[in-house]
C-alpha cells in the first residue's frame, strides 16, 4: 500500500499539487492520502523528501524466455492499414535496440500477398495463419488464434494498432493470458531493456509512463503517431505458416449485416493526412461545401465536431473527439470550431494546426500553430483562391 | 442546524435538475425573451420533472416537495433562466399550490391540482388591485356567500400568469372581502378560475422584465364560484394569505441568488479573459472588491434562505416554530436578498461593458427580471416593517 | 432478463484545467459524474428491462464516495446496486478491475447481459469490458450503439471504422456501448431520487468477493505507472487577424513552407 513518512515529511505540499486524482490532503503538516487514491504513484516520485513509498510486490521475470518485438497486422478493405505499417517502423527502432527480431502477425483469408509489404516496412519475420473462416474479424477466433501464438512462441513485446479491432482484440488476450497491457500509447522506447510506454490520460491532460511486469509486454498504439520506414526496403521476410484449427462454433457473435459508408467516408478520417474539421460556427450546411473546396484543393477530407454530426450534416464516421474517433493527421484546419474539451482531445495531436475562428477567445486557440480570427465564410473562399494562385504560379 | 448540510437525495436532485436545465431550458432564454411566453414544449418538460406545483402531495399528482428542496429548484431555475420567466411561474405556484393544497376542499384539489400539476392549468395568486398592493385590508373585491356558493366583484391588477390561466384553464388563489366591517379579519380566500368564464374581463400588461410569463388584470362581474372553491374558512383568509406569501418569499430569495450568483460566474469568466490597459480586467482591484464583497453577499443570503424555508418547512409540517417566527425570518430573507442580487447583476454587467448592456447577454434579462422581487410577495418597506414588529412587540406595530 | 450495468464515476474531464504556471491539472470544483458511456449502458439496461421485464443490477468499483453514481443509476430506474469499496482495490490497472468487477458479476449470480461504457473519460482505455468478458468466458462486441432483443438474441448495432455491422449473439454477453448521437442523458426527478433511496444498495469489499487477494488493487496489476507528467507545451501559436486576403497569403506561405501544396 502507500505510506507517509511523518519523520520525512516537511509539509511541503508539493504531493497535494501534483496528484491527480486529489487525494492529498494536509493535517497538522503532514500529507495524509485518501480514499480516492489510485496509487498511481505521482506524489512519491515528485517528493523532495522521498517521504511517500508505495509498496509493490516484487517480481521476478525470466527476460531470457522471451524475445522479439511483434507486430499485429490489420487489414481494411484489401489494404494494410497504416497504423500497421506505423508499427513497424516503431517496432524495427525497438527491435534493433533490443538485438531481437521484429515480427508480423498476419491473420485473414488468402492473405499471403501482404507479406511482401510487411517486409518492405521493416518486419523480418512473419507469422501467417490463413483460414476461409477468417476473411471477417471475429474477436473469439482471433483471440484463440494470437493467444496460441504467443503461448506458442513467447515474444517479448506484442503491439497492436488502437483502432476499433486492436481495441476490441488486445484485452481480450491480455485477459486471456492474464497480461498487461496499455491502452492508446503515443509514445514507446526501451528502458534499462524494458518496455515504457507512454500514454495520455485525463482527457490528454497528463501523461503516464507504464511498465509491465508480465511477458509479452503489450499496447496498443494510436494510429498516425509512429512513423513508418520513410523509405522502404527490399527486404523478404522469413514466413513462417501456423495452422489452425478454426471452429464456426466456437465464433458467438455472427454478423448479420455490414454497411459500408462511401462518399464522405471512404477515406478514414484517422487514416487521413489533411482534415478539414467544421463545427457549430459554419452556420448552415451550405457553409459545408466551402470546406470541401478547401479539401478537395488540399486532398484533404471533411472532419466535423460532435454537433455537426448531430445536425446530421455530416456523418458519424466523421466526428472527431471523444465520442467519436481521435485523429492526429500532418494538417488539421479546423474552422468555426469552438473547441470543446472534448473535441480537443481528438485532434490537439495533429502536427500542423490551423483554426479558423470568429472568437478569438475560442479555447481551440490554445492547441493551434495559426489562429485566424475571422469570418470563415470569407477567410476560406480567400484561401481557395490564394491556394489556386499558388498553384497556377507554379 | 447547519443548514449547508442537504440530504444526498438533494444534492442528486440538484445536480439532476441542473443536467436537466442545460438540456431543456438554458438554451432557450433569446425565443422566451422573443416570443414572450414559456413554449408549450418546456412546459410539458416541466410537468414530466415534476417541476409544477411540486409542493402539492402525491394524492394530486404533485411531488411532495419539502420547501427546502423546493427552494433548490427555485435556485437552479433562476441560474437556467435568467429572464426569470420559468422561476415566476415555478415559485408562484410552488407557493399557491401549497396553500391550495393544505387547506382547499378535496373536490376542489382533485379537480384542480392534477391538471395544474401535469402543466393542463395554472394555479396563481391574485391580490392585488389597481389601488391596493401592501394594504390588503382596503381591497374593493367582495365575496358574498348564495345557496350554490359564492358572488364574486371586482377587480384584480398586476397579477402573474392572467394569460396562462385563461388559455390553459386553471386559475387564481384569490382574497376578496366578506366582512366589510372586519378590515383584515374579514377577508375569504378561494379559487377563482380564468378560463371562459362568463363576467371576467382580462387585460394584460407589458413589465420590464420576465417577459415570457403575462401580468394583467381581471375584473370579476358579478361571477358566481361552487363552494368547493373556498380556500380554508371564510373570513379567515387574510390567515393563509401569509402562509403563501411566505413560502414565495422564501423562494424568491433563491431565485435571486440563483440569478445573481450565475450572472457573477458569468463576470468572473469575463474578467478573467478581457483584457485593458494590457492586463486582464479581472487583476483590477476596483473589480476584485466589488467582486469579493458580492459573492460573499450571495453565499451569505444563500445559506439564509435556505435555513429560512427550512423553519417554514418545520413550522408547516410539524408545528414547530411559530408562524410569528417564521414571518420575521422569511422576511429578513426576503429583505436584503433582492437588492444585493440586484446589485451584483448591475456590477456584472458593468464589467462587461457594452457587451454586458447588449441584448445578446444574459446579465440584462436578469437585471430587468430581478428588480421585480423587491417589490413582488411584500415589498423590502413590508418586510422592515414585519422584522421591526416581531422585534418591537405588538404594541409597536405601525400605522396604528 | 437479468441485466448488470457496470458503471464508473468520473471527474467531468470537461471542467478539467490545467495551472498555466506549475503545469498540474486543477481538480477543485471539479464535479465527479457517471462516465458518460456508462450512464447510456445503464439506461439501455432499463429499456431492455421495460421491454422484456427482468431485472437491472448496476455495480460500481470505486471509493466510498462512488455510491452517488449508483444512486443515480438507481433513479433511472436500476432495481439494486452494489458498490465495491476496499483498500485492497486502490492502484487497480485494467486487468485487476476486471477481476474485481467479474467475481462481483459472478456473486450476483445468473445474468443474460452485462452492458458497460466502451470507455471512462479518466482513462479511455476501453480494455475493462473485454477483459470482463474473457474472464466470465462470454462473447463481446465492442462500440455497440444499441441492442435489442429478438428470438432469445441480442441483435447489436456496432459502429465501426468504415460503418455499421449488426450482429447477433446469444445471451449471455458483454456489450460495450458508446453513446449515439441522438442519446440525450435521462435526468431522474425528485421522485424518482427518492423511490432510489427504498432499493438495495450493497458495499462489497474485498472479502466479501472471495477471490485471490494476489488478484486484487495494485498486487494484482501487471502494469505500474512508472511516472505520471505535463505533457509538454505546445508554444503559443501565432494569431491572424487581418484582412482576409491577407491571411490567406499568410495560410499558402505555411502551408507551402511545410509542404502541403
Not at chain 2, 447577454?361 to 421585480?372: E, G, V, Y
Request: hydrophobic share 40%; aromatic share 6%.
Amino acid at each position: 500500500m502507500i505510506e507517509v513518512d511523518a519523520e520525512k515529511c516537511s509539509g511541503c505540499k508539493k504531493c497535494v499539487k501534483v496528484c491527480p486524482y486529489g487525494a492529498v490532503t494536509m493535517a497538522d503538516k503532514l500529507a495524509v492520502i485518501g480514499d480516492e487514491c489510485n496509487l498511481c504513484g505521482a506524489c512519491e516520485q515528485n517528493c523532495p523528501e522521498g517521504a511517500i513509498t508505495i509498496q509493490r510486490k516484487k517480481v521476478e521475470i525470466d527476460e531470457s524466455k522471451f524475445k522479439d518485438v511483434w507486430v499485429v497486422a490489420e487489414i481494411a478493405e484489401n489494404k494494410l492499414k497504416n497504423v500497421t505499417l506505423e508499427l513497424l517502423g516503431k517496432g524495427r527502432e525497438l527491435a534493433d535496440e533490443l538485438g531481437q527480431t521484429l515480427c508480423a502477425v498476419l491473420i485473414g483469408k488468402d492473405v499471403k500477398s501482404y507479406t511482401k509489404v510487411l517486409g518492405e516496412y521493416g518486419a523480418d519475420k512473419i507469422y501467417l495463419a490463413e483460414n476461409d473462416l477468417l476473411e471477417f474479424y471475429n474477436t473469439d477466433s482471433y483471440n484463440m488464434i494470437i493467444s496460441g501464438m504467443i503461448l506458442q512462441f513467447n515474444p517479448n513485446i506484442v503491439l497492436f494498432g488502437a483502432t476499433h479491432v486492436g481495441r476490441d482484440l488486445a484485452p481480450r488476450i491480455a485477459s486471456n493470458l492474464e497480461l498487461g497491457l496499455t491502452a492508446d500509447c503515443t509514445g514507446l522506447s526501451i528502458d534499462e531493456g524494458r518496455l515504457l510506454q507512454t500514454r495520455p490520460a485525463f482527457g490528454g491532460n497528463v501523461m503516464a509512463d507504464i511498465l509491465s511486469h508480465t511477458r509479452p509486454q503489450m499496447a496498443t498504439v494510436r494510429p498516425n503517431v509512429m512513423k513508418k520506414l520513410e523509405s522502404p526496403t527490399d527486404k523478404v521476410p522469413e514466413i513462417v505458416e501456423v495452422s489452425v484449427n478454426v471452429d464456426p462454433r466456437g465464433m458467438r457473435t455472427k454478423v448479420l449485416e455490414r454497411t459500408e459508408i462511401s462518399g464522405v467516408g471512404a477515406v478514414k478520417i484517422d487514416e487521413a493526412d489533411v482534415i478539414i474539421a467544421g463545427g457549430r460556427g459554419l452556420g448552415s450546411k451550405e457553409n459545408l461545401k466551402l470546406l470541401q473546396d478547401l479539401a478537395d484543393e488540399l486532398g484533404g477530407v471533411l472532419g466535423a465536431s460532435r454537433v455537426i454530426v448531430d445536425e446530421q450534416w455530416l456523418p458519424k464516421s466523421q466526428q472527431i473527439g471523444q465520442s467519436g474517433i481521435t485523429v492526429s493527421p500532418k494538417l488539421y484546419i479546423g474552422a468555426g470550431i469552438s473547441g470543446a474539451i472534448q473535441h480537443l482531445v481528438g485532434m490537439k495531436s495533429s502536427d500542423t494546426i490551423i483554426v479558423i475562428n470568429k472568437d478569438p477567445n475560442a479555447p481551440i486557440f490554445e492547441v493551434a500553430k495559426i489562429g485566424v480570427v475571422g469570418d470563415l465564410t470569407q477567410v476560406i473562399p480567400a484561401l481557395i483562391e490564394a491556394i489556386k494562385a499558388h498553384k497556377a504560379a507554379q | 442546524m447547519n443548514i449547508q448540510t442537504f440530504s444526498e437525495e438533494q444534492d442528486l436532485f440538484r445536480e439532476s435538475l441542473r443536467e436537466f436545465c442545460e438540456q431543456t431550458i438554458v438554451p432557450r432564454r433569446t425565443e422566451l425573451e422573443d416570443k414572450k411566453e414559456i413554449p408549450d414544449d418546456i412546459i410539458k418538460a416541466m410537468a414530466e420533472f415534476e417541476l409544477l406545483a411540486p409542493s402539492v402531495s402525491p394524492d394530486f399528482g404533485g411531488a411532495g416537495f419539502d420547501a427546502v428542496t423546493a427552494g433548490i429548484a427555485a435556485e437552479e431555475l433562476a441560474r437556467a433562466d435568467p429572464t426569470c420567466s420559468i422561476p415566476v411561474l415555478y415559485l408562484v405556484q410552488c407557493s399557491w399550490g401549497h396553500v391550495f393544497n393544505k387547506f382547499g376542499t378535496e373536490e376542489a384539489k382533485g379537480e384542480i391540482l392534477p391538471k395544474v400539476t401535469k402543466g393542463e392549468a395554472i394555479c396563481g395568486i391574485a391580490t392585488t388591485e389597481a389601488d391596493i398592493g401592501s394594504d390588503l385590508g382596503n381591497m374593493v373585491t367582495t365575496i358574498k356567500p348564495t345557496d350554490k356558493g359564492y358572488v364574486i366583484n371586482g377587480n384584480k391588477n398586476y397579477i402573474s400568469g392572467v394569460r396562462e390561466a385563461a388559455k390553459y384553464g386553471g386559475g387564481h388563489v384569490t382574497l376578496a372581502r366578506q366582512d366589510l366591517e372586519a378590515g383584515t379579519r374579514g377577508m375569504t380566500m378561494f379559487f377563482f378560475p380564468l378560463k371562459d368564464v362568463p363576467g371576467v374581463t382580462i387585460s394584460e400588461d407589458e413589465e420590464m422584465g420576465r417577459e415570457a410569463i403575462s401580468t394583467g388584470g381581471f375584473i370579476i362581474d358579478n361571477v358566481e364560484i361552487p363552494k368547493h372553491y373556498l380556500i380554508g374558512e371564510e373570513n379567515k383568509g387574510f390567515y393563509l394569505v401569509h402562509i403563501g406569501y411566505e413560502y414565495a418569499r422564501g423562494l424568491i430569495a433563491l431565485v435571486c441568488v440563483g440569478a445573481a450568483m450565475k450572472s457573477i460566474e458569468n463576470g468572473i469568466a469575463y474578467i478573467k479573459e478581457r483584457k485593458a490597459f494590457g492586463r486582464p480586467i479581472g487583476k483590477y482591484e476596483a473589480i476584485q472588491f466589488a467582486l469579493a464583497e458580492h459573492y460573499t453577499r450571495l453565499e451569505m443570503a444563500r445559506d439564509f434562505a435556505y435555513k429560512a424555508l427550512y423553519y417554514l418547512e418545520k413550522e408547516q409540517s410539524e408545528g414547530k416554530y411559530s408562524r410569528m417566527e417564521v414571518s420575521k425570518i422569511i422576511a429578513m430573507s426576503k429583505l436584503l436578498t433582492p437588492g444585493w442580487a440586484f446589485n451584483a447583476i448591475d456590477d456584472a454587467m458593468q464589467w462587461q461593458g457594452a457587451f454586458g448592456y447588449s441584448r445578446e447577454c444574459p446579465d440584462q434579462s436578469a437585471l430587468r427580471a430581478i428588480r421585480s422581487f423587491t417589490l413582488a410577495e411584500g415589498s423590502r418597506e413590508i418586510m422592515r416593517l414585519i422584522v421591526a414588529r416581531e422585534l418591537l412587540g405588538k404594541d409597536f406595530i405601525a400605522y396604528k | 432478463m437479468k441485466i448488470v450495468a457496470c458503471v464508473k464515476q468520473v471527474p467531468d474531464t470537461t471542467e478539467v484545467k490545467i495551472d498555466e504556471k506549475t503545469g498540474t491539472l486543477i481538480r477543485e470544483g471539479v464535479p465527479s459524474i457517471i462516465n458518460p458511456f456508462d450512464q447510456f449502458a445503464v439506461e439501455l439496461a432499463i429499456k431492455l428491462k421495460e421491454e422484456h421485464g427482468g431485472e437491472v443490477s448496476v455495480i460500481s468499483m470505486g471509493p466510498p464516495q462512488a455510491k452517488a453514481v449508483l444512486t443515480k443509476s438507481l433513479a433511472l430506474g436500476a432495481d439494486k446496486a452494489v458498490l465495491l469499496s476496499d483498500r485492497k482495490f486502490a492502484g487497480a490497472d485494467t486487468l485487476a478491475t476486471a477481476y474485481t468487477l467479474a467475481l462481483a458479476i459472478e456473486k450476483l449470480g445468473d445474468f443474460d447481459l452485462v452492458l458497460c461504457g466502451l470507455q471512462a473519460i479518466d482513462g479511455d482505455t476501453a480494455q475493462v469490458g473485454p477483459e470482463m468478458a474473457q474472464r466470465l468466458k462470454i462473447p463481446q462486441i465492442t462500440y455497440a450503439e444499441n441492442v435489442v432483443f429478438e428470438d432469445n438474441k441480442f441483435i447489436v448495432d456496432k459502429l465501426t471504422e468504415s460503418g455499421l455491422e449488426k450482429l447477433q449473439v446469444k445471451p449471455p454477453a458483454l456489450v460495450a456501448v458508446i453513446t449515439p448521437s441522438d442519446f440525450v442523458p435521462g435526468n431522474p426527478p425528485f421522485s424518482k431520487i427518492m423511490k432510489a433511496k427504498k432499493k438495495p444498495l450493497d458495499t462489497w469489499t474485498a472479502d466479501d468477493l472471495g477471490g485471490d487477494p494476489e488478484r486484487f488493487g495494485l498486487n494484482g496489476s501487471p502494469t505500474w505507472v512508472k511516472r505520471v507528467y505535463s505533457p509538454p507545451r505546445k508554444e503559443k501559436g501565432e494569431i491572424l487577424t487581418d484582412p482576409p486576403e491577407e491571411v490567406a497569403k499568410r495560410l499558402v506561405e505555411i502551408l507551402a513552407k511545410e509542404g502541403f501544396l
